[in-house]
């Protein structure tokens, strides 16, 4: 049961990181369209 919820908890932190990369990517892309 422990290994299941930790398992369970690393792909909600792989989730995360995979969403904070993506907002990170937008914002980038955001900035060089404003800079051309």
Same mark, same amino acid.
């Given at each position: 049961? #422990?290994?299941?919820?930790?398992? =369970?908890n690393q792909?909600v932190? !792989?989730y995360k990181?995979? #969403?904070k !990369?993506s907002?990170?990517? =937008?914002?980038?892309? !955001?900035? @060089? #369209?404003?800079l @051309?």
């Amino acid at each position: 049961m #422990l290994f299941a919820a930790r398992r =369970v908890n690393q792909q909600v932190q !792989n989730y995360k990181t995979c #969403l904070k !990369n993506s907002h990170f990517g =937008v914002e980038k892309f !955001n900035f @060089s #369209l404003g800079l @051309s």
